[in-house]
């Protein structure tokens, strides 16, 4: 009986080595099927590769439902595809609409985001959530948003009007 002492060993191993790995295919397993967030798989992505966004118009009414609006330097939207135009602006704002689908409206004109900043200061005051994400290395964000009662916001300018004249905010 001496030499099937060996043997009965390893078999006392190879169970043990069997219930570790059902113990961690059945957590995979679980792990795998947990919710995970839908990402849209049309319209969010361009040719590049990176996050696509709509920006404001100049010849017709740009109208948006906000969810999330943030204020940021353009260089803290690593991974956005930023128009060539756009890369030597300051302080920008993105809209994200309430539709999941929807590209983030891009703002860059002083105008839109003077008012924009003092809407968002006045609905900060009276209750939305507000926050700083990101870190200083790769860009911080003001973020605010809103769990209820979504702005609609309205950008559009006079006909005939001249070039550099103001965009109108409305929120409707």
Not at 44 to 51: A, R, S, Y
Not at 52 to 68: G, R
Not at 137 to 161: D, H, S
Request: hydrophobic share 45%.
């Amino acid at each position: 009986m001496v030499g099937l002492a060996p043997f009965r060993s390893t078999v006392r191993k190879v169970k043990k080595v069997n219930e570790i790995v059902a113990i961690i295919g059945a957590t995979i397993l679980m792990l795998s099927m947990a919710k995970k967030a839908k990402m849209p798989l049309f319209g969010q992505m361009t040719l590049t590769g990176e996050k696509a966004l709509d920006w404001v118009k100049k010849d017709q009414v740009n109208e948006i439902t906000a969810k999330i609006i943030w204020f940021c330097s353009v260089n803290a939207l690593h991974g956005w595809n930023v128009p060539e135009w756009a890369k030597d602006k300051g302080i920008v704002a993105l809209i994200f609409p309430t539709n999941e689908w929807g590209n983030p409206m891009f703002i860059t004109q002083a105008s839109i985001l003077k008012v924009l900043e003092s809407l968002c200061a006045d609905w900060e005051s009276k209750g939305a959530s507000c926050k700083v994400i990101g870190n200083k290395l790769e860009g911080q964000k003001t973020q605010i948003m809103f769990e209820e009662n979504e702005p609609t916001l309205k950008f559009y300018r006079e006909k005939n009007c001249r070039d550099f004249d103001p965009y109108i905010v409305e929120v409707l």
